[in-house]
């Protein structure tokens, strides 16, 4: 990852901010590059220097990470630029001249650190940190010697806090994977037992159905035929849902029992959207169109319950001043399509303690996903609000 990333606008309610904060970081770096490249001409100085660093430095940080070639790892592109910068200054210290060296080439290094210690491989991390924080102590050495800005000590100072930050933002890294991890694993889970409840409803039918058709086969053969067509329908239904999700029930048990919210489905959402709206909420409609059938499969239901659900409770986290929420259902014979759409500005939030650790969004695109649908989210067309979309593959199921 690079120091772009620190920038970077992930979909949210904050991606326009994150957005901003990612365009300055990026003029500012141009800017302090430009500005050695300025002064260093000053008083006939050879830009040489910058014109050997600058360049590789800006391409290691600023390089589209979808266009990167394989081998322009975050090792690469933070040893690379390092061990250049050394060099030069190795160079220009033993020929006895003086190169300045501006504040360009410094926030380039001190971003390269950051980034070597947060992101490279735990065994290239140390390496890339040395050569990055080397890199950084010998700036100074470019100035003639007895030069009074000759400062190691606040190099090495500026240093240890960037890998310190580096090493900080790192832990946070690992945690946020680790709970992300989690969450996905507890989702699976909830699946794997949704999908118990219902297959297990049918084999109970399946074999209540197996009893009575025992007894029909002497006395009342029209009616076994019927019951064995109910039998078959029955164990379809099951097999198809168990294909789809059996996969997760693979993940290694987890030790005692874990409580489980019951998963709704699409008979329940009137009742959940109406919940929401409340006598003092935002008014909240669901619009559900008359080519949603009501035998859809079971996970596509749940599924689709969990998707209004989590972003009616976003709507509630991160814009409070929604005035108006609208739940959609449409089908098109193959899928069935989820949309939530608010028309908040996000400018009226819960306190942070109260808007949860926002892994919620996590858990649906596993589930979305698992099942071979897709998830978006963003703000809508009209800019008006914020909106969710799920597309979910389904079969109506034969009644």
């Known amino acids: 990852m690079s120091i772009v990333r620190a920038f970077g606008a992930p979909p949210g309610p904050d991606g326009p901010r994150l957005g901003l904060l990612r365009a300055f970081g990026i003029v500012f770096l141009l800017l302090a590059a430009g500005s050695d490249l300025l002064f260093a001409g ?7 220097p910058q014109l050997v660093v600058l360049p590789i430095g800006l391409a290691a940080l600023l390089w589209p990470a979808a266009r990167r070639p394989a081998w322009f790892t975050v090792a690469v592109r933070t040893a690379v630029p390092a061990v250049l910068s050394g060099a030069v200054t190795a ?6 001249r003086e190169a300045l060296s501006g504040p360009g080439e410094l926030a380039i290094l001190v971003c390269l650190l950051l980034i070597a210690v947060r992101d490279c491989p735990v065994r290239w991390a140390a390496v890339c940190g040395v ?12 100035q003639a010697p007895g030069d009074s800005s ?9 240093a240890g806090v960037v890998a310190g930050l580096g090493g900080y933002l790192r832990a946070l890294d690992h945690r946020r994977r680790a709970v992300v991890t989690e969450t996905q ?14 297959v297990a409803h049918h084999v109970t039918g399946i074999l ?7 007894h029909l086969a002497m006395s009342d053969p029209e009616r ?32 005692g029992d874990t409580d489980r919210n019951p998963t709704g489905d699409l008979a329940a959402l009137p009742e959940l959207v109406d919940g929401f709206g409340g006598p003092v909420g935002p008014k909240a409609a669901l619009r559900r169109d008359p080519s949603v059938p009501d035998e859809l499969p079971h996970e596509v239901q749940a599924a689709a319950y969990r998707v209004a659900q989590e972003a009616l409770t976003n709507v509630r986290r991160h814009a409070a001043d929604a005035t108006e929420v609208t739940v959609g259902l449409a089908y098109d014979g193959r899928a069935l399509e989820v949309t939530v759409r608010d028309d908040g500005r996000g400018g009226t939030r819960l306190p942070p303690a109260a808007r949860g650790g926002g892994f919620g969004l996590v858990g649906l695109t596993e589930r979305v996903t698992a099942l071979g649908g897709e998830l978006r989210t963003g703000p809508r067309s009209d ?11 389904a079969e109506s199921v034969s009644p």
Do not use: C
């Open 224 to 255: 076994l035929g019927r019951i064995l067509k109910d039998v078959e329908r029955s164990a379809t239904e099951a097999l198809v849902s168990m294909r789809r999700t059996v996969g997760l029930m693979r993940e290694v048990p987890v030790a």
């Open 91 to 96: 160079a220009v210290f033993l020929s006895g």
């Open 150 to 158: 000759v400062n190691p000590f606040g190099m090495l100072a500026l």
């Open 42 to 48: 000053v008083d006939g100085g050879s830009r040489w």
């Open 208 to 214: 209540v159905q197996s009893q009575v058709a025992q």
């Open 185 to 198: 694993r507890a989702e699976r889970l909830a699946m794997a037992a949704d999908l118990h409840d219902f």
């Open 131 to 142: 050569l990055d924080g080397a890199a950084i102590l010998a700036l100074p050495y470019r």
């Open 383 to 393: 800019r008006k609000g914020w909106e969710v979309t799920a597309i979910l593959p």
